[in-house]
């Protein structure tokens, strides 16, 4: 009898989760993984709660039916928008042994641990910000740790990354621009949490322009150390995770053009299989 395969699924509607799944596989490397980009429908950040969810869970059905038990949706719209709604409405009575997890939910947490005044900023792409899931899971999730959280918008940040302008002046000027206005909205802030999964590719400019006095929250890095986390204290959902190492690519796009730009974001060549959602 051949033991078929359970990865760890991660999804994401483009190319940001690979940041969140290079993080996994770095801390966590003996698990077999599984990455979906939903890249014909990116991006999710202008569209409407209702279709996020619809798009989420045709993706988190789909990696189900490849076999994982657990999905981590690498998207911070997705899991603004659609992860509770998978999770207390869809779970129950489609899989209920199985789980889902997002990127928000993780980084409260770490927020909470780190933040000395209770003073939080996020940058996030117009959507996240939009959606306040910032600062509303901080207030609920903080237990009080938190006392006021501001937000800013950096709607020009993943079009740099994309277009690989990672060290243009042009970067250099909005990264300094947004920071500057986000501390101009709290000159007290003491911990920042980079709310999208493209970010930690802007790392070395954030922390040109950042004051070296606060502490900056990289999803990837936080979401893989609360992932080992709770695989520690859930070894029922460990136990139906295959073991292997290996890795494997799907997009909904096509693949070339998937290829090509992850490895701005996973500093590798990789092969990429186009699948089709429904």
């Known amino acids: 009898m051949v033991h078929r395969l359970s990865p760890i699924g991660v999804f994401d509607s483009g190319y940001g989760g690979l940041t969140v799944l290079k993080e996994l596989r770095k801390r966590l490397p003996h698990y077999d993984y599984l990455y979906l980009g939903d890249n014909a429908r990116t991006p999710y950040g202008t569209r409407s709660f209702r279709v996020v969810y619809e ?120 990264v300094e621009k947004n920071i500057t206005a986000l501390l101009e909205k709290d000159p007290e802030i003491d911990t920042v949490v980079l709310g999208c999964t493209h970010y930690p590719l802007l790392m070395p400019v954030i922390r040109k322009f950042m004051p070296p006095n606060i502490r900056l929250i990289n999803q990837g890095e936080v979401v893989a150390e609360k992932l080992e986390d709770y695989l520690h204290r859930h070894p029922e959902i460990r136990a139906n995770i295959s073991t292997g190492g290996g890795m494997r690519y799907l997009t909904t796009e096509n693949s070339d053009l998937f290829e090509s730009k992850a490895g701005l974001f996973l500093d590798e060549i990789i092969k990429a299989e186009t699948v089709v959602l429904k």
């Open 55 to 174: 798009y989420t869970l045709q993706s988190v059905r789909f990696l189900f039916e490849q076999g994982c038990h657990l999905v981590v949706i690498a998207c911070n719209t997705a899991s603004a928008k659609a992860l509770r709604n998978i999770q207390q409405l869809d779970l129950p009575h489609m899989a209920p042994e199985r789980r889902v997890l997002g990127v928000i939910r993780p980084c409260v947490e770490k927020v909470a641990e780190v933040t000395r005044n209770g003073k939080v900023g996020v940058l996030g792409t117009p959507g996240t910000v939009a959606s306040l899931s910032y600062p509303i899971e901080l207030e609920k999730w903080s237990e009080g740790k938190v006392v006021s959280t501001v937000q800013e918008a950096c709607p020009l940040w993943v079009p740099l990354v994309e277009n690989y302008e990672l060290n243009s002046p042009g970067t250099d000027y909005f």
